[in-house]
């Protein structure tokens, strides 16, 4: 049990477009979810959390409104990176709490051309 | 400040040795720790946790880890490398987040374990 599904895998885009990450909790409920960012070779970055029903809680020097987080069931959360520019490449990784523990998905890889 | 550090950006074992990845932690009240595993291009797989109980916890895939509140320490083992071992290792703990009860994890840097034949 407690599988995040995370989708696309991989995506390619152009600059100034935008591009949505979904973030399934399939067997569960999941009320919070995580996003992260993580370069290579780097550890993850807490972006934001994402509460169903309620507004995103970002960390401190994401921009919100490049990072669009809708939470809009208990299963689905979704992150959007809007206008995006070849420095937001990287790996993106949501996760939601199960229990005691924190379940993850696969992760997307972004690459901005 | 609440944090987690592991000191070893590699750690090199020969396969059938005994492997420790470290993990060092400064929280505040009781600590809820994990370890995680990523292969490239992946999400991070559940090796184990300690939450309360034995200071000895027992994973996935043979690995172990040893809470030790006197030193601060939760490190990985695991007393016999496989190649397929090799991976991007995080431990990571539990702060508080918000008003909610959910938490949120603070990640070490990684530690990447490269076992060989």
């Known amino acids: 049990g407690a599988v995040v599904s995370q989708h696309p895998s991989r995506v390619i885009c152009k600059s100034g477009t935008s591009v949505k990450i979904e973030c399934r909790s399939l067997d569960f409920q999941a009320t919070t979810m995580f996003w992260y960012r993580q370069f290579p070779k780097q550890s993850l970055m807490l972006m934001a959390t994402?509460?169903?029903?309620?507004?995103?809680?970002?960390e401190q020097g994401v921009e919100k409104d490049k990072f669009l987080i809708n939470h809009a069931s208990l299963t689905l959360s979704t992150l959007t990176v809007t206008s995006a520019h070849p420095e937001d490449s990287s790996f993106y990784i949501c996760?939601?709490?199960f229990g005691d523990g924190y379940t993850f998905g696969s992760g997307t890889r972004l690459t901005v051309v | 400040a609440q944090s987690v550090a592991q000191p070893e950006d590699q750690v090199n074992v020969a396969e059938g040795n005994p492997l420790t990845v470290k993990c060092t932690y400064s929280?505040?009240?009781?600590?809820?720790l994990f370890w995680y595993v990523q292969y490239p291009n992946r999400g991070l797989q559940f090796l184990l946790k300690?939450?309360?109980?034995?200071?000895l916890v027992k994973g996935s895939y043979g690995f172990e880890a040893e809470f030790n509140k006197s030193q601060t320490s939760f490190h990985l083992k695991k007393p016999s490398a496989l190649v397929s071992d090799s991976a991007l290792y995080f431990c990571a703990v539990r702060v508080p987040h918000g008003s909610s009860n959910t938490g949120k994890l603070i990640f070490g840097q990684g530690t990447t374990l490269q076992v060989k034949p």
């Open positions: 996760s939601a709490r």
């Open positions: 300690y939450i309360t109980g034995d200071n």
């Open positions: 929280v505040s009240g009781n600590p809820y």
């Open positions: 994402s509460n169903e029903g309620s507004k995103a809680t970002y």
